[in-house]
Each structure stands twice: as structure tokens, then as C-alpha cells.
T-cell receptor, first 115, second 109 residues
């Protein structure tokens, strides 16, 4: 299957700082990338969908000014959590697909802890 | 909106047993995927199966799109099969995956 990487795998930051998470598709061109959030013992919730070269589409209830998404190339999308607070602590997972309802492949996730 | 229901929520097996996990969804299907989330959080793709039947080793899956359900079969279970199994579904015309709440599988030696 296709390989998707995420960096960093974990990060601890102070309240009020910003954190950037990278998602890369290593062996295919990802027309569409998705960002999910997963709280402990819960399922994955879609935060936003991004298409290369376009603005991201955010799900209801997700603040676009807090969670900045950039999909600058067919292999890279970034999620920046701005002015992070303890309630933003979560497991963030990206996925990538070649579009058209094709199979999504997931990164290994980034565990964010905000102190 | 789309609803995805998985059953059972928890399942405990002895090594070597077989099991069936079920996923019901509420709308027409564009994409149906099964995943295994390992203890480190990595989602491992098991099947991309909007319809029909597929097999991969001890695992197989069947989706009956007209009746809006999918089944994941695990045969001769091993302790390494433990973890949470998710199904996720995207309705026709959309790429957005909606995840079920998962089935937590524990396989005891």
C-alpha cells in the first residue's frame, strides 16, 4: 500500500505557542489530504479536507483560524495549531488519497500535548 | 448525516477463535474501508471494499451495498490481532470518510 508520513510523531508545547505538523505522501501524488483528530478511546473525527493549491474545507465546529492548513504540493500538507491550549491536546492524524473517492492512506499520527 | 454503526463494541477471544465484525451504514456507498489501529495509533489499511468480497490471509471482508452493511471476518485469531477495528464510509459523491466508533478486540493466549 501507499506510504504516508507525519512529522513530528509527538510534541509537547506550552500554552499559547503554535505547532506545525507535516503530512507527506511518499510514493504517490495526493490530490486530496485529510486531517483528523482523535481523543482517547474515541473514534476519528474529520477536521478538514484539503486539495492541492486550494483553500481547505473545514468541518462544522472546526475553527479555520486556529487550525491553519496548507496543501502546497501534491505530496505535502501542513496543519498548524495556532495559540495552542490544553484542550487542543489530542492525536492528530492525516490521510491522503489520489482523489475521486479512492482509498485513503493514513499517516502514523502526531500526539500533541499542550501544557 | 451519514451514520456508521459498528458491532460489537468490545470482543474478547481466545487465540485460534474466529470472529465477525459488523458495520452498518446509512447511505449509499462511495468508499468503504476497514482499518486496524495498533497500540501506537497507526491505522493500518485492511480492505478498501465498496462492494463485493475480498480476502487477505486470515482476514476477509464482504460489503453488501444494497443492504448497507459490511462484515470483517477474522479467522484463527492471534494475539497480534488485538486492537481497535474501524470501518469508515464515504457516501456517493463525497470523499469524506465517516468513522464508526470501532470494535475493540482482545485476543488472549
Amino acid at each position: 500500500g501507499a506510504v504516508v508520513s507525519q512529522h513530528p510523531s509527538w510534541v509537547i508545547c506550552k500554552s499559547g505557542t503554535s505547532v506545525k505538523i507535516e503530512c507527506r505522501s511518499l510514493d504517490f501524488q495526493a490530490t486530496t489530504m485529510f486531517w483528523y483528530r482523535q481523543f482517547p478511546k474515541q473514534s476519528l473525527m474529520l477536521m478538514a479536507t484539503s486539495n492541492e493549491g486550494s483553500k481547505a474545507t473545514y468541518e462544522q465546529g472546526v475553527e479555520k483560524d486556529k487550525f491553519l492548513i496548507n496543501h502546497a504540493s501534491l505530496t505535502l500538507s501542513t496543519l498548524t495549531v495556532t495559540s495552542a491550549h490544553p484542550e487542543d491536546s489530542s492525536f492528530y492524524i492525516c490521510s491522503a488519497s489520489s482523489g475521486g473517492g479512492n482509498e485513503q492512506f493514513f499517516g502514523p499520527g502526531t500526539r500533541l500535548t499542550v501544557l | 448525516g451519514i451514520q456508521v454503526e459498528q458491532s460489537p463494541p468490545d470482543l474478547i477471544l481466545q487465540e485460534g477463535a474466529n470472529s465477525t465484525l459488523r458495520c452498518n451504514f446509512s447511505d449509499s456507498v462511495n468508499n468503504l474501508q476497514w482499518f486496524h489501529q495498533n497500540p501506537w495509533g497507526q491505522l493500518i489499511n485492511l480492505f478498501y471494499i465498496p462492494s463485493g468480497t475480498k480476502q487477505n490471509g486470515r482476514l476477509s471482508a464482504t460489503t453488501v451495498a444494497t443492504e448497507r452493511y459490511s462484515l470483517l471476518y477474522i479467522s484463527s485469531s492471534q494475539t497480534t490481532d488485538s486492537g481497535v477495528y474501524f470501518c469508515a464510509h464515504a457516501q456517493g459523491g463525497s470523499e469524506k470518510l465517516v468513522f464508526g466508533k470501532g470494535t475493540k478486540l482482545t485476543v488472549n493466549p
